[in-house]
């Protein structure tokens, strides 16, 4: 059976990763986002995510839960390995995921697609300061990673500026996305 792509949303903090995964999730029948296990602490509200604490992260990454996991923020973030049956009843899986671990995702799961998101970094800071869901030093600990690179080697990627409005990023992603299945 042909398992459908992995779409990977990655860019800086605030950019728009998860509102461009909710706004396309809705736009597009047969997208579905991935809902991903991460140890955010209580208060700090997010995505649709499984939160749990680090010592049962710990335990779910040694029973071999996740397809995928990495470090970031000071926080652990996992794909549940049931990506797999996601991937066999949906068209496209959407993830956000972090930059670092883009190659690592390429070799498990084969069909990625990465779209990248960007935007100026003025619109950056007003953004991430409106959700408000980080200290003020946490914002500007990840504005300051926010130029990381991303890797040499991914097959597919689309850059897509999302300094505008969320619709039109949203039209911009969905016609490259038919483009590439074209
Ligand atoms: N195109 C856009 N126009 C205006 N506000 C946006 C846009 N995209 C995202 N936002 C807002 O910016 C903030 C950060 O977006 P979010 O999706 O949480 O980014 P990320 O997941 O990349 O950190 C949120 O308050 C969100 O509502
Ligand atoms: O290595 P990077 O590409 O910089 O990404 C670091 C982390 O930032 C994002 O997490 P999250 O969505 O929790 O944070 P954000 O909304 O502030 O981007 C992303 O999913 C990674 O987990």
């Keep these: 059976m042909t398992l459908a ?4 949303v990655v860019g800086p903090s605030g950019v728009g990763k998860d509102s461009v995964i909710e706004a396309l999730e809705a736009r597009a029948k047969g997208i579905q986002r991935l ?3 991460v140890t955010r602490p209580e208060g700090e509200a997010g995505e649709d995510f499984r939160r749990v604490t680090d ?3 710990r335990q779910m990454e040694g029973e071999g839960a996740f397809a ?21 009843v949906a068209e496209a ?5 972090s930059r670092a671990v883009l190659l690592q995702a390429q070799e498990i799961f084969g069909d990625l697609i990465v779209i ?3 935007a100026d970094a003025s619109v950056l800071e007003q953004r991430l300061s409106l959700r408000g869901r980080e200290s003020d030093s946490e914002q500007a600990r990840r504005l300051g990673q926010a130029k990381t690179p991303l890797p040499k ?3 597919r990627v689309i850059e897509v500026d ?3 409005a969320l619709q039109d990023t949203v039209a911009k992603i969905l016609s490259r996305l038919q483009l590439e299945s074209a």
Excluded: C, M
Excluded at 5 to 8: E, G, H, L, Q, Y
Excluded at 68 to 78: D, E, I, K, P, V
Excluded at 93 to 97: C, F, G, S
């Design 35 to 37: 809902r991903r296990v």
């Design 93 to 97: 899986v959407l993830v956000n995921l």
């Design 68 to 88: 995928l996991s990495w470090h970031a923020h000071g926080l652990l973030y996992g794909v549940p390995k049931e990506i797999a049956q996601q991937r066999q």
């Design 5 to 8: 792509p992995v779409i990977a």
């Design 162 to 164: 999302n300094s505008g």
């Design 116 to 118: 990248s998101l960007t």
């Design 153 to 155: 080697g991914l097959v």
């Design 55 to 57: 010592d049962a992260f």
